[in-house]
């Protein structure tokens, strides 16, 4: 019997055991294993969602439990701490602190990146993040009562991606809402990018597109301004420039764990990503493959594959393929990423959408429409379209009854 362990069920690793447990569930010769310590799956572009109190964990979050049950792979509760690749054995942590070791035959890392402090002294004392389901609801615990205030606060959001832009935008649409229902305040919403534009990674027009939009929300958006500081309740910019706030948050850059890098002498480069192959085989040993944010992965043009969920999806559905190939004993072909476009959510019923090679952008309600899609098609991998019809109209049904925004 071959076993396939994918540590990590996020965007890449849950879409991956989704299609081999489906792929391999009567054969009697495979076993597919995710090993991953939340009990849930959140996607993780809606993170900022959970931060804005308006996602719905009902609907919208996946149980590994039930998931795995249904699907024909194995779930174990638990993170990765070490690797022994001469007796193809992981170590893990279970969420008791108890530790135990795994026997693969091929081993899939997909744990992802979280955001990078570039070793900004203060921030990982000072600032909350947005890596995970639990840091972002440990955000929403602290800027609801800054939306609800009736008094002015300040948020200052630190790096404006993808995440940054889509937490300012969602925030300003939050308050714009309570601010209808009740006597609360209008917040400062600064956003922070050292670069000369916001959404450096996406093309320019897209970028200037969504900074208007973000403007006319009332978001204050300041580049050029790097942080080199953070106190409590303070940020120093390089120029000596005092920042204060009422609650920081930092969504700057991305950087891998750091004990990718002590993965028995697995390459890895300065952002702690395993360096892979075409194949996304790891360049020490092509029984172990990486993919999604945790891999450095080159592309034909001499280019990585982005950080990205589409990314990670593709890396995901071609892997699939290629493990099945692998366990005939067929030669692997590479991976090639095919950017679709990129489309940035500002506020839950406004997006907007670099398409066609970046000559087209545009913006509205329809693009929020794609937006949405680009979840569901995640979600159709998971369930299939019956399945993701139902949450569509569920939630149709449950916006009309309920409030959009959690704490109403
Ligand atoms: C707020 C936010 C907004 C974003 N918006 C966009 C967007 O609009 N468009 C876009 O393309 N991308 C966006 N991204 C980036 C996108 O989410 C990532 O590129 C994508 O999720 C990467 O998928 P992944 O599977 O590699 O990692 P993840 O989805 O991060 O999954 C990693 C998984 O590994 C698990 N894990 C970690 N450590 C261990 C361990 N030791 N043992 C076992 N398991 C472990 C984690 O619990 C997690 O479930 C956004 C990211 C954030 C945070």
């Known amino acids: 019997m071959s076993k396939i362990v994918v540590v990590g069920g996020g965007a890449a690793g849950l879409e991956l055991v989704t299609r081999l447990g489906r792929q391999l569930k009567r054969s009697k010769d495979h076993e597919v294993i995710l090993v991953e310590p939340s009990s849930h799956h959140y996607w993780k572009p809606r ?25 024909g792979y194995r779930y174990i509760q638990a993170s990765m701490t070490g690797l022994d690749r001469q007796g193809k054995t992981l170590h893990l942590r279970d969420t008791h602190a108890q530790f ?7 081993l899939v890392m997909a744990t992802g990146a979280g955001s990078n402090d570039f070793n900004t002294p203060g921030v990982s004392e000072h600032c909350l993040f947005m890596d995970s389901a639990s840091q972002a609801q440990l955000a929403w615990q602290h800027l609801d009562p800054l939306l609800r205030a009736n008094s002015s606060r300040r948020i200052v959001i630190v790096g404006a991606g993808a995440t940054g832009v889509e937490l300012a935008g969602e925030l ?19 956003l922070i990018e050292a670069a000369p534009r916001i959404l450096p990674a996406g093309p320019e027009k897209l970028s200037e597109r969504v900074r208007r939009d973000l ?41 891998c764990a750091e004990w990718l890098t002590r993965l028995d002498g697995l390459e890895t480069n300065h952002l ?50 290629q493990l099945k190939r692998r366990l005939k004993g067929r ?32 913006r509205g309600r329809l693009v929020r429409t794609l937006y949405n899609t680009i979840f569901r098609l995640h979600q159709q991998v998971l369930f299939g379209w019956t399945r993701v019809t139902a949450l569509i109209l569920l939630k149709r049904l449950k916006c009309t009854l309920n409030p959009h925004y959690r704490g109403l």
């Open 47 to 71: 993170l900022h969602e959970i931060a804005a109190g308006t996602f719905d964990r009902e609907l919208d979050a996946v149980s590994y439990f039930q998931h795995a049950a249904c699907n």
């Open 100 to 106: 135990s070791e795994l026997n693969y035959d091929y």
């Open 172 to 190: 300003a649409r939050v308050s714009q809402r309570l601010r209808r229902y009740s006597q609360a305040a209008k917040p400062e919403i600064i």
């Open 215 to 255: 403007l006319k929300q009332g978001v204050d958006v300041r580049v050029r301004t790097r942080i080199q500081r953070a106190e409590a309740g303070c940020l120093f910019t390089a120029e000596g420039e005092r920042i204060g706030a009422d609650q920081q948050i930092w969504a700057a850059g991305i950087k």
């Open 272 to 321: 702690n990503q395993l360096k892979v192959t075409a194949t996304l085989q790891t360049l020490q040993d092509p029984d172990i493959f990486v993919l999604g944010d945790a891999a450095e992965c080159p592309q034909p043009d001499g280019s990585f594959v982005p950080p990205r969920a589409q990314a990670a999806s593709q890396a995901a559905s071609h892997l699939a393929s």
């Open 331 to 362: 030669e692997l072909q590479p991976f090639v990423f095919h950017d679709g476009g990129m489309v940035i959510s500002i506020g839950h019923n406004l997006a907007v959408g670099a398409l066609a090679n970046n000559r087209l952008i545009l």
